[in-house]
T-cell receptor, first 110, second 112 residues
Framework: GQSLEQPSEVTAVEGAIVQINCTYQ??????LSWYQQHDGGAPTFLSY????GLEETGRFSSFLSRSDSYGYLLLQELQMKDSASYFC???????????FGTGTRLLVSP | ETGVTQTPRHLVMGMTNKKSLKCEQH?????MYWYKQSAKKPLELMFV???????ENNSVPSRFSPECPNSSHLFLHLHTLQPEDSALYLC???????????FGPGTRLTVL
């Protein structure tokens, strides 16, 4: 089977840095993706790690350690608009299959 | 606007009804997906179409029937659904073998 674990909720204040962890157990692992979903909205792609290490895209960075079956999403200089749910998803066999975690709800306060 | 549209946005149906969900992508992608999102559960992949051929059926009950007439359109035909099928149904598209999937806004389905 395949499973992903991430915290259910994280709170932070504007301007802070927050890290959302994701651990996974899968077979046929190809990479780890992160998606953001605002309430009532569609999931939107944030980042993808196919290899170990850090990927940086503006205020967001994502990290992967394949040997530890672990990754994280790092959000810097938090803004109120970052309040949303964040999902990690592993890309498994066939490249196109994504298995999602249950999501982490991030609440950013003033 | 993500380039992936879904209609209707909301649907209420009885257990004996037949309805269809429609998805259209304007991004030139060649893979399309149906996902189910229920409260407090992960997004569940239902079906994958790659180059208009179904390549994944994630143990979905036969009361859900997908159709992909071309690379831009995807349908999900629904019949004799159960109340537990009430959820947000999301369509997505991508280029084959590309990691990024583009999601539509979803259809909020309620089965009475």
């Amino acid at each position: 089977g395949q499973s992903l674990e991430q915290p259910s909720e994280v709170t932070a204040v504007e301007g802070a840095i927050v890290q959302i962890n994701c651990t996974y157990q899968t077979s046929g692992f190809y990479g780890l993706s992160w998606y953001q979903q605002h309430d009532g909205g569609a999931p939107t792609f944030l980042s993808y790690n196919g290899l170990d290490g850090l990927e940086e895209t503006g205020r967001f960075s994502s990290f992967l350690s394949r040997s530890d079956s672990y990754g994280y999403l790092l959000l810097q200089e938090l803004q109120m608009k970052d309040s949303a749910s964040y999902f990690c998803a592993v890309r498994v066999r066939g490249f196109q299959k994504l298995v999602f975690g249950t999501g982490t709800r991030l609440l950013v306060s003033p | 606007e993500t380039g992936v549209t879904q209609t209707p946005r909301h649907l209420v149906m009885g257990m004996t009804n037949k309805k269809s969900l429609k998805c259209e992508q304007h991004l030139g992608h060649n893979a399309m997906y149906w996902y189910k999102q229920s409260a407090k559960k992960p997004l569940e992949l239902m079906f994958v179409y790659s180059l208009e051929e179904r390549v994944e059926n994630n143990s979905v009950p036969s009361r859900f029937s997908p159709e992909c007439p071309n690379s831009s359109h995807l349908f999900l035909h629904l019949h004799t659904l159960q109340p537990e099928d009430s959820a947000l149904y999301l369509c997505a598209s991508s280029q084959v073998q590309a990691p990024e999937q583009f999601f539509g806004p979803g259809t909020r389905l309620t089965v009475l």
